[in-house]
């Protein structure tokens, strides 16, 4: 598993606990019609049989690294760091891709002279699939940028960027923030002249049942620090009209999503809270949400967890 020579496209895939689907993933991307590629699996700690999966493989594409459990920021980042292609992409271990996948993002991109190709994906519920088709509608990056926070899939995996623009303008992954961690990213990355184009064509699978332990399974159990961390660094990038209305709605979901949180981050959720006040109430977000951000800002969680137990 020691990779292979200058690669055209290094495909990363960050794994936690993902022994139920790791194989899934990993056999999609070793059958491409594109064959000049490294696959990069970093293990962040699993604790079931994910490492005995991966060490099944003997295909030479493959660069396995293992370390201690810390979270899927520094795991993408450290991806991104090894990572020896032109081009680089991310793969989540509990989804897959069409076998054509890197082969037709890889024209586009020589087609258009693009730094960063946006594929549709599919989202798989079981026996359901949704399209969610990806057009940003331009090609301006500053006008992608917000889009990214509200309309279109801001996750890194249907994505294929040219891996220079990292070390060319200094973005990388914010450690500390494991949800949200990619869009904060494209965020940063998009608000250099970078050129984007876009394939008409659904090539990743969005596992939506995803195993429980995955790495990106964690979404309203974030500690609010982390939202907190999140806005803050987002914020500024948001500069247009349109770009701070778009920001409002993200901000108040993000604060609702905190209400989940446990009772001992009350004080957290209050400096939250206050932060992104004038926020919640400009937003778009349903009023029953908003009511329960109050509630929550008011002490009263345990009275949000038992209507939520009632309803559930």
């Known amino acids: 598993m020691a990779g292979i020579a200058s690669p055209e496209i290094s495909v990363i895939v960050t794994a936690y606990n993902a022994a139920g689907s790791i194989a899934r993933c990993i056999d999609s991307i070793l059958a491409q019609t594109f064959r000049v590629f490294e696959l990069l699996v970093l293990n962040d700690g699993s604790t079931d049989a994910t490492e005995e999966i ?13 370390h201690e459990n810390h979270g899927v920021a520094f795991t993408r980042q450290r991806g991104l760091e090894l990572a020896a292609g032109r081009f680089s992409i991310f793969v989540d271990s509990d989804d897959w891709i069409e076998a054509d996948m890197l082969e037709g993002m890889l024209r586009t991109r020589e087609e258009s002279d693009a730094d960063m190709v946006i594929c549709d994906i599919v989202e798989e519920f079981g026996e359901r699939r949704v399209l969610k088709r990806q057009d940003p509608g331009t090609s301006d990056p500053s006008v992608i940028q917000w889009k990214m926070l509200n309309e ?8 294929l960027i040219r891996h220079s623009l990292y070390k060319q303008y200094e973005v990388s992954f914010l450690g500390g923030v494991n949800c949200c961690e ?8 998009l608000s250099r002249p970078i050129k984007v184009a876009y394939v008409e064509k659904a090539y990743y699978h969005y596992d939506k049942s995803i195993n429980e332990g995955s790495i990106t399974n964690r979404w309203h159990d974030r500690p609010v620090k982390e939202w907190l961390m999140l806005l803050e660094a987002i914020e500024p990038y948001m500069k247009s009209d349109k770009a701070r209305e778009a920001f409002d709605n993200y901000a108040a979901r993000r604060l609702y999503d905190a209400t989940y949180a446990g009772p001992g981050e009350q004080a957290d959720y209050r400096l939250l809270y206050t932060r992104c006040r004038s926020r919640l109430r400009r937003s778009s977000l349903p009023r029953k949400h908003k009511i329960i951000s109050h509630l929550r800002y008011a002490g009263l969680g345990w ?10």
């Open 54 to 66: 991966i060490g099944r493989y003997n295909d030479p594409r493959i660069r396995y690294f293992r």
């Open 152 to 159: 279109l899939h801001a996750g890194m995996v249907n994505k």
């Open 303 to 312: 009275l949000i967890r038992l209507l939520r137990q009632i309803h559930a």
């Open 182 to 189: 990619d869009q904060l990213l494209l965020i940063r990355l």
